[in-house]
């Protein structure tokens, strides 16, 4: 329930991706959200308001003139209501309008009465996109403070293939969670590992671990959240990049390594979450093992990986650096060990058994002030009060 309480008012317009702002209400409902839908005339003839009052469990409005508002003031009573409004789809018709600050319906007197954040999810062909007024029109709501939410490329309605795209329901749900969360990061870069390493025996064979990156991505997650610029190298894993956050994919602990001292040098802080394999075999085979014909097993030959967050650290001018210690036993001494041998101001411990491959997990945070254990949560939880802890000792550090 990421945005219980909250009170959204839904402004559809008139585009083929109305029928996604239908699953839109759906998804913002199951988090906890009110939705009340304004819909503009033109976005009723391609989905019909009651599909929106059955989803929302409220009447929707689209008449400026509705006799239902007793006052006449709908403009006024339902932007003062909100916390957000969310125009999704946002056609280049509605944008031109709101770069103007026209109002000829409810819905655009609306959004110039209102006194809320108001973010917009255009959707649009893609020459109407590029269009050099929609340029200008985007450019302009930008400079007013208004969010853009996207839009994506990819195959449209229109048979055509570009950028114009509607954002999915999923990723506009999760940007408006993140819109809501306090900028503890703002104008800061964040450099992360997540995820196993894959160390090749030969091209099908190799040595890796469990981690499922569930953690690092949650952690890219909140940053972003949270304001940051956010660089997410991570090892073989299959989960979703999460929205407005940069994926660098490698494999092995020393292509790992090369990523992070690319990035490492604009990063002002370095959250070394992936397990990175501790061995690698010395020399991977090009081809692959045979089973027959050997009297005896073959035996692997092993050399340790440079241990990343070490020598992150132990840069002239390191950027905040933040460890992770997964232990099955003894975690307060093994984490404040590794903490002191790899000189980084902030570690989080965890027990194994308690969430190594799940979605919730139990947190200990380590630092010069002593043990800061979090209550158990979700990994998106956890992620966000860890961010609050980077962002305190990153103002302590000014
Ligand atoms: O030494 P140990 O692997 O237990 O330390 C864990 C911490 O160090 C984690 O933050 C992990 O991401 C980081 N690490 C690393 N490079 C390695 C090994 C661990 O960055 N080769």
Known sequence: MELAGKRIVLGVTGG??????????????????????????AATHFVTPVTFQALSGKPVFSDQWDPRVASNMAHIDLSREAHTLLVAPASADFLAKLAHGLADDLLSTLALA????????????RQMW?????????????????????????DQACGESGPGRMLEPAEIVAELVAHFQPKRLAGRRVLLTAGPTFEAIDPVRGITNLSSGRMGYAIA?????????????SGPVS????PGVTRVPVTSALE?????????RDADVFVAVAAVADY??????????????????????????????AEVAALPDPPLCVGFAAESERLAEYAESKRRSKKI?????????????????????????????????????LARQLVERIGQLLERRR
Not at 347 to 369: C, K, M, T, V
């Open 16 to 41: 083929i991706a109305a029928y996604k702002a239908a699953e839109l209400v759906r998804l913002l409902r199951a988090e906890g959200a009110s939705v009340q839908v304004v819909m503009s005339d």
């Open 114 to 125: 209102r006194d809320c954040p108001l973010l917009v999810a255009p959707a649009m062909n």
């Open 130 to 154: 590029e269009n050099p007024a929609t340029r200008r029109n985007v450019a302009t709501l930008r400079g007013d403070g208004v969010v853009i939410l996207g839009p994506a490329s990819g």
């Open 221 to 233: 997650r909140a940053a972003r959240e949270a304001g940051a610029e956010v660089t997410l190298v």
């Open 239 to 242: 989960l979703a990049c999460p």
């Open 256 to 264: 790992m390594h090369a990523a992070v001292h690319r990035h490492v």
């Open 280 to 309: 690698r075999p010395a020399r991977p085979l090009t081809e692959k093992i045979k089973k027959g014909g050997q009297a005896q097993a073959p035996t692997i030959d092993l050399v340790l990986n440079p241990d990343i967050l």
């Open 345 to 381: 101001p902030l570690i989080a411990g965890n027990l194994i058994q308690d969430g190594f491959a799940g979605d919730s997990n139990r947190l200990i945070l380590f630092d010069d002030e002593g043990q800061h254990p979090l209550p158990p949560a979700s990994k998106l939880q």
